[in-house]
Structure formats: C-alpha cells, structure tokens
C-alpha cells in the first residue's frame, strides 16, 4: 500500500454540501430554471393549463362571497367585502402553496440531492419561486377585479411591492425551517396542515377586522385584536386592505395599537427567517445521508 | 511524460488526505415527532459504519484515475465526498479545476417536459450558465442523434433515446476534472463504447478522470493509475493490472471464505460425499509452484501450473490423475490425464502423498475456471473425484470473445494473385 505525502495546501478544499455554496450566479440559475421549468409544467401541464391555477382562488372566492355576503352576511357590512376577500384569497394561497409545497420539496427532490452537489437551498427557494410566478398572474386577476368593483389606484399603491416582500421573506423562511425539519419528523406535513388552515381564518381574509375589534376582553391584558394582529399574515392582509383597497379601513399600525407595537409581528417574520436559514443551513450538509 | 512523473511536478487535479466518514444507522428509524414525544428518555439506538478510514491519494493532471472495490467497500461513499456531496468527518480534500461529477446520467430530468427543457436544466445542474446549455443544445440534439424527437416530452423517449440524451449532455460540461460513477452500466454495448470514445478523447484532451467501476477489463484498457478499497482502506494503488489482479483475488477470497475453505486446515481424511472408493484421494488442489501461496490469478498468454496433492489411504498398483478445466458453465475447455504418459506411475503404498502436476501454457478466454482432478487405478475406474473445490480466474488485456484464445496468424492473399499462380 502505498500513501503518498501530501505537501498542502493542494488547492481549492471540498468541504461538502451546504446551503448556499460560493458561487451565487449558478445558485441563481438553479433556482430560477427549476422554478421556471415547475412553472411551465402547471401552466402547460393541462389542457386548460393556468386557467385553473386561477380557478381555484376563484371557486373558493365565488363559494365564501356567496356564503358569508348573502346567507350568513357577516362580512357583507365591510367596505368593498368582494375585493378584500378577493385579494386575502390571492395572497393566502401564495403563502400556503409555497409553505406547503416547500416541506416535502427536499426529501421529493432526492434524485438531485443524492447525486449531485449544488447549494441545498435552491430547493425550498425554487418552490417559493414558483408560487411568486403564480401570484403574480394571480394579482393581474385581482386588479381587474378591483377596477371593476370600482377601487382605483392611489398613491398608496407604492406600498405593494413592499407588502410583498414582507410576505414573501416569511412564506421563505417558513419554507427553509419546515422543508429542513420535515426530513427528520415526517409529522411535520399534517402539522403544517392543521395550523395554515388555522391561519385562513386567524387573519382578515373572512372576518374583517372590525369584527375581531368589537370582542371584548383578552389574555393577560392583552385585547383580542392585539393579539390578533401578531399574525404577521394579518398585519400584511390588513395593510393591504387600507393602502390598496380601502383608506378608511384601519392600517397594520393602528390595528395593532402602534408603531412600536408593529414591530413585534415585523420582528417575527425577521426571526421566522433567521431561524429557518440556521436551521436549514445546519442540516444542509447532511441531508443526503438522512433521506 | 508519464501520469506518474506529473504527480511530482505539479499541483495534483485532485488529492484526498486523510479522509474518514462514518455513517450512523440508526437500529429503529424515528420518524416522526409522536415517536420522539413518546419515548424522550430512550437513546436512539446507532450501528456505526465505517465507509472511509483514511484515505489519501493524489491524481495528477490529465490522469485517468480508476477506483475500483467490491460492493461496500467505500468507493461510491469517497467518490461522493470527492463531488462534496457527504461531508468527509475527517480530513481533507483538495480539487485544482473545474469538477463535475456524473453519479448518474440525466440528473433532473422531468418526463414531462421536452428536450429543450431538460437539456438546459441538466446542463445547469452540471455547471453549465443557461445561455452556455441553450447554445449546446443543437449539439447536444444532434450527438444523440434525436433530431426528429426534439419536441417530444421525454416520457414518450424510448430507455435508449433517454439514455442518449443524458450522455450528450454531459459530455458538453467543460470541466477540468470528472468524476464518474459506473454510468457506462447502463447501455448496449455500442452505446457503451461510444461513450469510451467519448472518456478516451477527454483523457486525450488533457482532463482529469476518475472513474468507479467493477468492470477490470475498462481498468486495464483505460486507466493510467487505479486504487483498490476493501472496507474503507487503500488495499492496492498503482499499475491498473497489478490491481485489477488483486481484486480479482480478493473476489475469489471470498468466495472461497464463504465455502468455508480459505482458512481451515487441510483436511487429513477423506471428506465424505466423494465419488469413489477411497483408496486414493486429492487431499489438496491448487494453481502454481507452491502450495502455501493460494494463487488465484492466472494471466493469459504465461506457463500455468495446476498441482494436485493425493494422498493414498492402500497401496495403488500405478494410479493415473486426470484434470479438467471447467468453465462457469460447466463446459469442459481443457483435458489432460497422467495415464496417457507413456512411462507408469509405479506403485504408491498405504500413507504414501504424491504431487501431481500439470502444466499448460494459458490460452484460456478471461474469466473463472473450476479445475476437476479424477484419480483412477488404471483400468478400473475412478478412486476419487475433486470437484469444484477451487477455482481461478484468468485475467487478459484483451481477449477476442472465444472459450479458448490461441494466438491466431490471419493472411491475406488476392484472388487474382491464386489466379495467377493457378496459371503459372
């Protein structure tokens, strides 16, 4: 046997996998080509391809306006109900169709993660991609719909693409910790299930805001609406609903008491993100060995 | 200048020193939270498995690396922490250049899209920026030779079609050094030496490859340099022949270690179930000059010696021992008894061990034989029968596809030359 001695250092070191790997450009063009090609599969997947990525906010929103606006009428008073029942619809399901697709993405994407070596985080990236690929076709639909209903754009509109962001740096830190944490606790799926339907009617897709305000009492002091509005979902929802849809409704500030108040929902999606990103990032590198 | 002088000079394309993982295989799998909650206290159970125990090695520019090693030997598990897709729990490695590694052809690949598609994802995937892979794919399509197929989505391809499509891509990857794990298992064997070309021109290019495979005879016809594993160490690194010999040998160690034979002492009686009556019996059979050397490999094209110790248990009135080499199959490819020899054998007394051996000169096709030694009294039949108790293999560098493989002249001579000297 022979060992040869090695004089170091020998060049670039392989250290192994990991969630983000030096070269951003091809992390980049992982991302964005298996997003797009996951795209491309359920809009031409089908006969009539996006039209039932659009179908199904749409069902769900003729079936809950037709629900609660005439039979049960309890969002019916709010201003413009239809359009913030619309848009709450559109970017719930953006937030659950990444978060859920994301916790099976890694463990589904075995082929690559066993027998290839690229940056880990591409994975749950990609799904979230994909889901902002489809929301932003979805709001296409949504404005339409609110020219119709009469809702037109104001100056507040500057405020979308920030709501947007907000929602989407959540709906990806979601999607690292639950994608990183499903492939040693499979339970983690059902779980996920269980709370984001939770979150559907824990934030003001349904149920205006004013409803959640006129309860009274609360934990530790603590008024139900304020509580309420720790729901990050619910503070972008809210927001969305005063600066796009309706001045007069409430703002996510003065929903939830203040803007000092305000930072504690902010502060938990930044926190939401860090967490995910260390969590994902201490398991990238065993991933392949765990599936 | 050799692969071997080059490792001196320069900087190695890839060097492992050290490297060591161990995987934990965990006795019950906890999947699930309820599990965890239910049990808190109790340990997971871990069986430790070593895959790697210190490996180092160093492969030098445009050198074609082979390792090789049975099955959990480790060479899969070294090959993945070279691609960095594990993690070495100890020690180093080093790469100089552009590494690409195909575990396996078309990586990504989605049935439901087309060519296209899948082109651009692989080549992505393989290190390719998407306008490099969009600019290949024309070359991609025609290597493959899939140009009316472009459109169809890739679950309407046929295994072959699939096939060639993964290969013409990855052979578009620019990388320095290549990692390669058996992908030429898959394929006919046209599509199989297509791909040789294919490793042989990017050897010829000055690219490093390191190529895991069981296939000895692509070690030998390929390989500058081949490293043989066995439980996670270096058994063997160096001349490709020497190692390919050795993996053979310990191929055949276990085998013969699974009959129970390898280790054991020889057996002093006769043992049962022999054809028979046991007045003489083969207590010991094996290949070359000496007995305790329990040589398993015979090259082609050398002197073989196959010996055969008899032990008699009464006096034989000249006895006669025959040999037959059977192949795999069964098939006898080679004959040879004592008794033909003019001269007798004499007479051999209770106790007496004689040594019987017969030499040949190799024109034996590669592969494994069972060498058969029947002791017969002359003229009234057989006193024992060693069969199948050991075999061989016979190992060759090239070998033209027949049982036996004789060194052949072949001429040529033009018609009209025979006709001429007809005429003449």
């Keep these: 046997m022979s060992v040869e001695t090695l004089p170091e250092p020998l060049g670039q070191p392989i250290r192994g996998p990991s969630a983000l790997a030096g070269d951003w450009r091809r992390f980049w063009y992982l991302t964005f080509t298996i997003a797009r090609s996951e795209f491309k599969l359920k809009f031409f997947g089908s006969m009539l391809g996006y039209l039932w990525q659009l179908m199904r906010p749409l069902l769900l929103f003729g079936v809950l306006y037709v629900v609660f606006s005439l039979v049960v009428k309890t969002g019916g008073s709010a201003h413009h109900f239809p359009a913030v029942l619309l848009s709450g619809i559109v970017l719930y399901s953006f937030f659950t169709e990444a978060t859920s697709g994301a916790v099976t993405s890694v463990v589904g994407r075995e082929d690559l993660v066993r027998k290839i070596q690229f940056p880990r985080l591409v994975i749950p990236l990609s799904v979230v991609l994909t889901a902002m690929f489809n929301l932003a076709l979805n709001l296409v639909a949504v404005a339409v719909f609110l020219t119709l209903q009469g809702v037109h754009p104001r100056v507040t509109w500057l405020e979308i693409p920030l709501l947007l962001f907000v929602l989407a740096v959540l709906a990806t830190g979601v999607s690292m910790l639950l994608s990183s944490l499903y492939v040693r606790f499979r339970d983690v799926q059902p779980i996920w299930d269980v709370i984001s339907q939770m979150l559907f009617y824990g934030s003001p897709i349904l149920i205006p805001f004013e409803k959640v305000r006129s309860l009274h009492g609360g934990v530790l002091g603590v008024s139900w609406a304020h509580l309420y509005m720790l729901n990050p979902l619910a503070v972008v929802l809210e927001q969305w609903r005063h600066a796009v849809i309706d001045p007069t409704a409430p703002s996510a500030a003065q929903a939830i008491g203040g803007w000092p108040e305000l930072m504690i929902p902010l502060g938990l999606v930044v926190g939401l993100f860090v967490l995910g990103f260390w969590v994902f990032n201490r398991s990238a590198p065993l991933i392949a060995e765990r599936l | 200048m050799s692969p071997s002088q080059l490792a001196r000079?320069?900087?190695?394309?890839?060097?492992?020193?050290?490297?060591?993982?161990?995987?934990?295989?965990?006795?019950?799998?906890?999947?699930?939270?309820?599990?965890?909650?239910?049990?808190?206290?109790?340990?997971?159970?871990?069986?430790?498995?070593?895959?790697?125990?210190?490996?180092?090695?160093?492969?030098?520019?445009?050198?074609?690396?082979?390792?090789?090693?049975?099955?959990?030997?480790?060479?899969?598990?070294?090959?993945?922490?070279?691609?960095?897709?594990?993690?070495?729990?100890?020690?180093?490695?080093?790469?100089?250049?552009?590494?690409?590694?195909?575990?396996?052809?078309?990586?990504?690949?989605?049935?439901?899209?087309?060519?296209?598609?899948?082109?651009?994802?692989?080549?992505?995937?393989?290190?390719?920026?998407?306008?490099?892979?969009?600019?290949?794919?024309?070359?991609?399509?025609?290597?493959?030779?899939?140009?009316?197929?472009?459109?169809?989505?890739?679950?309407?391809?046929?295994?072959?079609?699939?096939?060639?499509?993964?290969?013409?891509?990855?052979?578009?990857?620019?990388?320095?050094?290549?990692?390669?794990?058996?992908?030429?298992?898959?394929?006919?064997?046209?599509?199989?030496?297509?791909?040789?070309?294919?490793?042989?021109?990017?050897?010829?290019?000055?690219?490093?490859?390191?190529?895991?495979?069981?296939?000895?005879?692509?070690?030998?016809?390929?390989?500058?340099?081949?490293?043989?594993?066995?439980?996670?160490?270096?058994?063997?690194?160096?001349?490709?022949?020497?190692?390919?010999?050795?993996?053979?040998?310990?191929?055949?160690?276990?085998?013969?270690?699974?009959?129970?034979?390898?280790?054991?002492?020889?057996?002093?009686?006769?043992?049962?179930?022999?054809?028979?009556?046991?007045?003489?019996?083969?207590?010991?059979?094996?290949?070359?000059?000496?007995?305790?050397?329990?040589?398993?490999?015979?090259?082609?094209?050398?002197?073989?010696?196959?010996?055969?110790?008899?032990?008699?248990?009464?006096?034989?009135?000249?006895?006669?021992?025959?040999?037959?080499?059977?192949?795999?199959?069964?098939?006898?490819?080679?004959?040879?008894?004592?008794?033909?020899?003019?001269?007798?054998?004499?007479?051999?007394?209770?106790?007496?061990?004689?040594?019987?051996?017969?030499?040949?000169?190799?024109?034996?096709?590669?592969?494994?034989?069972?060498?058969?030694?029947?002791?017969?009294?002359?003229?009234?039949?057989?006193?024992?029968?060693?069969?199948?108790?050991?075999?061989?293999?016979?190992?060759?560098?090239?070998?033209?596809?027949?049982?036996?493989?004789?060194?052949?002249?072949?001429?040529?001579?033009?018609?009209?030359?025979?006709?001429?000297?007809?005429?003449?």
């Excluded at chain 2, 897709?85 to 180093?92: E, F, H, L, N, T």
């Excluded at chain 2, 010999?245 to 054991?264: C, P, T, V």
């Design chain 2, 9 to 424: 000079d320069d900087p190695p394309a890839l060097a492992a020193h050290g490297v060591e993982k161990t995987f934990l295989i965990p006795e019950e799998q906890t999947h699930t939270l309820k599990e965890r909650a239910l049990h808190p206290l109790r340990p997971t159970r871990h069986e430790t498995f070593h895959a790697l125990r210190g490996i180092s090695f160093a492969v030098a520019p445009g050198e074609f690396f082979g390792i090789v090693g049975r099955n959990g030997s480790g060479k899969s598990t070294l090959l993945k922490c070279l691609a960095g897709i594990y993690r070495a729990d100890r020690g180093q490695i080093w790469v100089n250049g552009r590494l690409s590694t195909f575990i396996e052809l078309g990586v990504g690949f989605n049935l439901d899209l087309a060519a296209l598609d899948n082109v651009v994802l692989n080549g992505i995937m393989l290190g390719l920026s998407p306008r490099e892979a969009r600019a290949r794919y024309e070359s991609v399509i025609e290597f493959a030779e899939l140009e009316e197929f472009a459109d169809l989505k890739l679950k309407n391809y046929s295994s072959g079609m699939h096939v060639r499509l993964a290969f013409s891509v990855a052979i578009q990857v620019d990388a320095d050094i290549l990692l390669i794990d058996e992908v030429l298992a898959v394929g006919d064997a046209a599509f199989q030496q297509k791909c040789f070309d294919v490793f042989n021109r990017m050897r010829d290019e000055g690219r490093t490859i390191v190529f895991v495979t069981h296939d000895m005879s692509a070690v030998n016809r390929f390989c500058h340099r081949a490293m043989l594993l066995e439980r996670g160490r270096i058994v063997e690194l160096g001349d490709p022949h020497e190692v390919a010999d050795r993996y053979m040998e310990l191929n055949f160690e276990r085998a013969r270690s699974r009959q129970g034979g390898s280790g054991s002492p020889r057996p002093s009686r006769r043992p049962q179930g022999r054809i028979g009556d046991g007045a003489a019996w083969v207590s010991d059979a094996w290949l070359g000059d000496e007995q305790a050397e329990e040589q398993t490999v015979a090259h082609h094209g050398e002197a073989l010696t196959l010996k055969a110790l008899v032990t008699f248990a009464s006096d034989v009135e000249d006895p006669g021992v025959s040999l037959t080499i059977e192949n795999d199959q069964r098939q006898a490819i080679v004959c040879a008894t004592s008794e033909r020899a003019r001269e007798h054998t004499g007479r051999f007394v209770a106790g007496e061990q004689a040594v019987f051996a017969f030499s040949f000169h190799n024109v034996l096709a590669p592969g494994r034989y069972f060498p058969v030694f029947t002791v017969t009294r002359r003229g009234s039949g057989v006193l024992d029968r060693y069969e199948r108790e050991f075999s061989f293999v016979v190992t060759a560098s090239d070998a033209a596809g027949g049982l036996v493989e004789v060194p052949v002249q072949v001429r040529v001579t033009r018609a009209a030359d025979v006709e001429e000297r007809v005429r003449a």
